[in-house]
């Protein structure tokens, strides 16, 4: 079974702080994904990356970074956390491009007060 | 951009052993779909892709497609109380990276 572990699970922050969520996959997988969710809709592309070192904007990219440092591990940073940025984040693996299927985290929920 | 409508929009309620069809509706010509089911709080997993619009079978679940309708459904068969959760569509663009457009979700509650 595919593994991509999350932390913190859950957060609070505060307005204007700096937030930083992990991801790591053990499944050896090129392509790693931070989506987020909002309660009622999917889930939004944030960034995403193919190798270590690179990242890419996705649909949502505003507000936030991504850092890559190896194959194993994405995070997601918040520079300036707001309260617009209050969501569940959900951190995916995939093998490769054009449907693979992708491999979710549990989620790490952010609350930003 | 591209747009995903699910539906029974929100929610959906069953007694156990009733059929269920959940359906999915996108608003440009896409190549793939996926179905991911999510317990509440819990992470996504994926229960059925098509990179082809084949139909896609799983135990009691099967994906049916039609490209020329920009429509896909999940079909659960039998339903069961631990199928109650929510079960969202995502549709891909061919060479892509897998980049998904996703549906806001059906939540689907399965009562004894």
């Known amino acids: 079974e595919a593994a991509v572990t999350q932390s913190p699970r859950s957060k609070v922050a505060v307005t204007g702080g700096k937030v930083t969520l992990s991801c790591h996959q053990t499944n050896n997988h090129d392509y790693m994904y931070w989506y987020r969710q909002d309660t009622g809709h999917g889930l939004r592309l944030i960034h995403y990356s193919y190798v270590a070192d690179s990242t890419e904007k996705g649909d949502i990219p505003d507000g936030y970074k991504a850092s890559r440092p190896s194959q194993e591990n994405f995070s997601l940073i918040l520079e300036l956390a707001s309260l617009s940025q209050t969501a569940v984040y959900f951190c995916?693996?995939?093998?490769?491009?054009?449907?693979?299927?992708?491999?979710f985290g549990e989620g790490s929920r952010l609350i930003v007060v | 951009g591209q747009q995903v409508q699910q539906s029974p929009p929100a929610s959906l309620v069953l007694q156990e052993g009733e059929n269920a069809e959940l359906q999915c509706t996108y608003s440009?010509?896409?190549?793939?779909m996926q179905w991911f089911y999510q317990r509440p709080g819990g992470r996504l997993v994926s229960l059925l892709y098509s990179p082809s619009w084949a139909e896609q079978r799983g135990g009691r679940l099967t994906s049916s497609a039609a490209s020329n309708e920009s429509r896909s459904s999940l079909h659960i068969s039998s339903s069961q109380i631990t199928d109650s959760g929510t079960y969202l569509c995502a549709m891909g663009l061919s060479g892509s990276f897998n980049k998904l457009t996703f549906g806001a979700g059906t939540r689907l509650a399965v009562c004894p």
């Open positions: 995916a693996s995939s093998v490769g491009t054009d449907g693979n299927t992708l491999y």
């Open positions: 440009t010509t896409l190549n793939s």
